[in-house]
């Protein structure tokens, strides 16, 4: 009986001393009123400054009201339709229906030569028209007369050259110069405008204006010949394929010439029409070298103005 009640007693203190354990004032390691900042404020802190940076707005989300991803880029200014004002355009060559009405100074035709001249100075195998070159066109207070300068001249071509025969009534023949003074002695003067409706009211020369000027001989009709070109400037020069024969006589001289049109750049055919003009130089005095006076075929030439010249057209 007594070891019962000592085991009973044992079994009541090990209880009491479990409970004991348990009460809220036995703790080892009390909790503080208050929290520690490591635990709370750090916390916060993070929480609030996490809850700053997250939320940031996109950057898209402002601008979207803006801009239109989908608009395209702009187009081009618009091509002109069919009513529009087109771009401007060369003037367009003039229909020709009255020669005249290209050059006031006259109408000349050239026949096509099926049998090239034989160039000799004389004319007997020439059957075209003879046109006259008597009018003055400068060095008046110079001319005397007729004998002292008139002329006439024929023309003609073929797929290779221009033909030209002229005859001149000249009193005295002086001619000395050569080269770029060729037109200071007696020599012929031709003028030939080859684009002739692509610049038809142009006052001034241009790269398609040619002026060629023909020497009969130097010191006589039996002298040495030449031809030299003057216009268009870039192409100034002595051309020697030109052919040309002359012959004198008692106050006058027949001049003949072959002219590529090679020189000008041209191909010939029926139909074409340039601005023209024949002219002969005088220089009454074998002593110097000056052009003192000029005939023409038009009234009133002026070399620097193409609008004073003529009309050319070829014919077959």
Not at 38 to 64: C, D, G, H, K, Y
Not at 254 to 265: D, K, L, T, Y
């Amino acid at each position: 009986m007594k070891r019962q009640l000592s085991i009973g007693f044992a079994l009541l203190m090990l209880l009491l001393l479990a409970l004991a354990c348990n009460l809220p004032g036995r703790q080892a390691a009390p909790t503080p009123s208050e929290p520690t900042p490591n635990r709370t404020m750090t916390a916060l802190f993070e929480l609030v400054q996490t809850q700053v940076v997250i939320p940031s707005p996109l950057p898209s989300a402002t601008p979207q009201a803006a801009v239109n991803t989908n608009t395209p880029p702009p187009s081009p200014s618009p091509l002109p339709t069919s009513t529009a004002v087109q771009p401007t355009q060369p003037p367009a060559s003039p229909t020709v229906t009255n020669t005249a009405a290209l050059r006031s100074a006259g109408s000349y035709t050239a026949p096509f030569l099926s049998e090239a001249p034989k160039l000799d100075g004389v004319w007997d195998e020439w059957k075209t028209t003879a046109y006259p070159m008597k009018l003055v066109v400068y060095g008046k207070e110079n001319h005397t007369g007729k004998e002292d300068l008139e002329g006439s001249f024929r023309i003609g071509w073929d797929n290779t050259y221009l033909y030209l025969a002229v005859k001149v009534i000249d009193d005295q023949y002086a001619q000395n110069a050569s080269g770029i003074d060729l037109y200071k002695g007696d020599s012929i003067e031709l003028l030939l405008d080859v684009d002739l409706l692509g610049d038809l009211n142009s006052r001034e020369l241009n790269n398609d204006d040619y002026q060629l000027v023909i020497s009969p001989g130097k010191g006589s009709t039996s002298g040495d010949k030449e031809a030299y070109l003057y216009y268009p400037t870039g192409k100034a020069g002595s051309r020697t394929d030109v052919k040309i024969a002359s012959e004198g006589g008692s106050g006058l001289y027949r001049i003949e010439a072959a002219i590529p049109w090679s020189i000008f750049g041209i191909t010939p055919a029926d139909g074409q029409r340039y601005g023209f003009a024949v002219s002969v130089s005088d220089n009454d005095r074998e002593d110097q070298n000056v052009q003192q006076s000029m005939v023409s075929m038009v009234p009133n030439r002026r070399l620097t103005d193409p609008t004073t010249w003529a009309l050319l057209t070829l014919r077959r």
